[in-house]
């Protein structure tokens, strides 16, 4: 009993000195906080929630955070509307619910940052570094929003199905912006060598090494779905780098909610039933990009 009400006073005296590094809002950005949601963090389907507890398939969402709940509430709200605004309508995601500092019904490795919630269709976001995060990394995150759709269960079509989505993501923010570089939002990533903020330029991708393609197939690994899909996004921007067309129809490919074919595992069978779901007049291009990325020896294997 005792060591749990000690417990109970560390976890009060850190939510305490956590609140008094928040500076709060100032008068004006109250002002201006209050004047657009009457006082809650909540406007036109984008949403700032705290006290939500996340688990592996889904969210139990907290209540809605408020004007004077402090800085970052603020600065994940107003971040999330300014990167809103900038997308065409045809290409906004209806709900953009945001759950900021939850708790963890399992313990999970991802501790900084923004992280896109599939199940739940949400975006878990870290106070700590809401403030880092400039346009792309908000529009990397509501294109997850807004392709979220039915995925393969198995675990070489799924592993697969990742890589493409965080390609999509990557060229949704880049059309959006008119600019293939974007923001890393990775603390480890933050920035270069010579002190400058990291970025992912879809010009200049890195290669995929033979140990990404192979752990597609390999239970205990895990491939990096942004190095894995960040080939495919760039040869998604080679092909089309200004209109809005293929990426309205990469977007309707991803959200189809029908559920996957369960013979659809590998690669080849993966992108056929993506080009199916894709409209007609983008399946050409899209082909043409998969093609390009997935390596001829695997597509055929």
């Not at 995060?133 to 997850?144: I, N, P, Q, R, T």
């Not at 392709?147 to 390609?167: F, H, I, N, Q």
């Not at 393609?213 to 960040?230: M, N, Y």
Request: proline content about 8%; charged content about 20%; overall charge neutral.
């Amino acid at each position: 009993m005792r060591g749990r009400l000690f417990r109970l006073a560390s976890l009060a005296v850190l939510a305490g000195l956590l609140a008094c590094n928040d500076p709060g809002l100032t008068p004006e950005q109250l002002q201006r906080c209050s004047q657009l949601t009457g006082g809650v963090l909540r406007h036109e389907g984008l949403s700032v929630r705290l006290d939500s507890t996340v688990h592996p398939g889904s969210i139990d969402a907290g209540g809605c955070a408020r004007c004077d709940h402090g800085r970052a509430a603020w600065l994940a709200f107003s971040g999330a509307r300014a990167a809103l605004q900038r997308v065409p309508p045809r290409l906004r995601p209806s709900e953009v619910p945001i759950h900021l500092d939850p708790t963890r019904s399992t313990p999970s490795a991802i501790e900084g940052g923004i992280v896109f919630h599939g199940p739940a269709r949400a975006l878990i976001v870290h106070g700590n570094a809401v403030a880092r995060f400039d346009s792309s990394v908000w529009l990397h995150e509501l294109g997850h929003l807004r392709s979220a759709g039915a995925r393969p269960p198995r675990d070489v079509a799924r592993k697969l199905m990742r890589a493409v989505e965080e390609a999509v993501a990557d060229y949704y923010a880049a059309i959006i912006l008119g600019s293939p570089r974007l923001g890393v939002d990775d603390e480890v990533h933050e920035r270069t060598a010579d002190g400058q903020a990291a970025t992912r330029d879809l010009r200049t991708p890195p290669p995929a090494s033979v140990f990404d393609w192979a752990s597609l197939s390999l239970p205990q690994f895990d491939a990096d779905p942004h190095k894995l899909g960040w080939q495919l996004s760039a040869a998604l921007w080679k092909l089309e780098s200004s209109d809005t067309a293929l990426l309205e129809d990469l977007v309707t490919a991803l959200a189809n909610e029908a559920p996957w074919p369960p013979g659809a595992i590998g690669p080849a069978a993966v992108a056929d039933v993506l080009l199916a779901r894709c409209p007609a007049r983008s399946r050409e291009s899209l082909s043409a990009a998969l093609r390009h990325w997935i390596p001829k020896e695997i597509w055929t294997g």
